[in-house]
């Protein structure tokens, strides 16, 4: 079946360090792929989407791109700030309006100053 | 973005009792809603799908008669947790979806005694 591994976390890093969070995942045919957010308090917001291979979804300084070949969709910031803390969600869907969303089981992501 | 607020933010219950949780969309009409749950550390799990006017979808080993979803109106879906026991406590989350993009509540944990 369909389904998205993630980075366990939590995971710390100092203010302006280089992100990664690694994604992988398992789908038949050819799932669109998301990372939400989820900031303390709030509801999950969309951060960048990637519908096809090799196109990189990119928003507020974070890059994902989708590898087929990989079955990854890594996300990445250059340079992080302490307003990044929050829970990060893969997510992938294979359906066209988005409907049925599998996550992954989320990445906690705290920023030192 | 379109926002979704969910209520309760939290709540406590005695083990039989039943708990609503409401789900509304505040700018914007949602036909379809989603009903998902987490456990601690894990993927957000679909529950069921809210149609609006109809009755809901419920996913594969999810007991309709114990989460009641009431869709009355383009803007409010209700949950409610019938005779809950302490094997239902976890954090509920809903979305309602425009434009193809599904927007989240923040989430409701449900904490039963």
């Known amino acids: 079946g369909n389904s998205v591994t993630q980075m366990e976390g939590p995971v710390t890093l100092s203010e302006e360090a280089f992100l990664t969070i690694n994604c992988t995942y398992t789908a038949t045919g050819y799932p669109s792929l998301f990372w939400y957010v989820q900031y303390p308090g709030e509801g999950l917001q969309l951060l960048l989407k990637?519908?096809?291979?090799?196109d990189k979804g990119s928003n507020k300084g974070f890059e994902a791109t989708y590898r087929k070949e990989t079955t990854s969709f890594h996300l990445e910031k250059g340079s992080v700030q302490v307003s990044d803390s929050a829970v990060y969600f893969c997510?992938?869907?294979?359906?066209?309006?988005?409907?049925?969303?599998?996550f992954g089981s989320g990445t906690r992501l705290s920023i030192r100053p | 973005g379109a926002v979704v607020s969910q209520h309760p933010s939290r709540v406590i219950c005695k083990s039989g009792t039943s708990v609503k949780i409401e789900c509304r969309s505040l700018?914007?009409?949602?036909?379809?809603m989603f009903w998902y749950r987490q456990f601690p550390k894990q993927s957000l799990m679909l529950m069921a799908t809210s149609n609006e006017g109809s009755k809901a979808t419920y996913e594969q080993g999810v007991e309709k008669d114990k989460f009641l979803i009431n869709h009355a109106s383009l803007t409010l879906s209700t949950l409610t947790v019938t005779s809950a026991h302490p094997e239902d406590s976890s954090f509920y989350i809903c979305?309602?979806?425009?434009?193809?993009?599904?927007?989240f509540g923040a989430g409701t944990r449900l904490s039963v005694l």
């Open positions: 997510a992938l869907s294979t359906d066209s309006s988005a409907s049925k969303i599998i």
């Open positions: 979305s309602g979806t425009t434009r193809d993009i599904q927007y």
């Open positions: 990637a519908t096809k291979a090799d």
């Open positions: 700018d914007f009409q949602a036909t379809t």
